[in-house]
Nanobody, 121 residues
Framework: QVQLVESGGGLVQAGGSLRLSCAAS????????MGWYRQAPGKQRELVAA???????NYGDSVKGRFTISRDNAKNTVILQMNSLKPEDTAVYYC???????????????WGQGTQVTVSS
């Protein structure tokens, strides 16, 4: 019903930048919050950043001041600009949306397939 496709991951040196993009498609009536989560090996998945349809944002403590989340509601796209990257930012990054599907009452969470971000020291 809803597909999320991420792009932009890769390998970067510490101090560098990467830009992740996630586009939602399918039978979308509306999208409430969109966000990015990450999971490093042996660790739980954690919130990186989230943004509502109105533009309110929320960031994980470890990325505040370095990462910026933005959104294009018309294109159902969310962007994560990551600056001053650190080796501890290495993880698989997942896009999530809380989406209301056409013809369905209530919203559900949908996840992308994940994109690897590796920061070398």
């Amino acid at each position: 019903q809803v597909q999320l496709v991420e792009s932009g991951g890769g390998l970067v040196q510490a101090g560098g930048s990467l830009r992740l993009s996630c586009a939602a498609s399918g039978s979308i009536f509306s999208i409430n919050a969109m966000g990015w989560y990450r999971q490093a090996p042996g660790k739980q998945r954690e919130l990186v950043a989230a943004i509502t349809s109105g533009g309110s944002t929320n960031y994980g403590d470890s990325v505040k001041g370095r990462f910026t989340i933005s959104r294009d509601n018309a294109k159902n796209t969310v962007i994560l600009q990551m600056n001053s990257l650190k080796p501890e930012d290495t993880a698989v990054y997942y896009c999530k949306s809380h989406t209301i599907v056409v013809g369905v009452v209530g919203g559900s969470d949908y996840w992308g397939q994940g994109t690897q971000v590796t920061v070398s020291s």
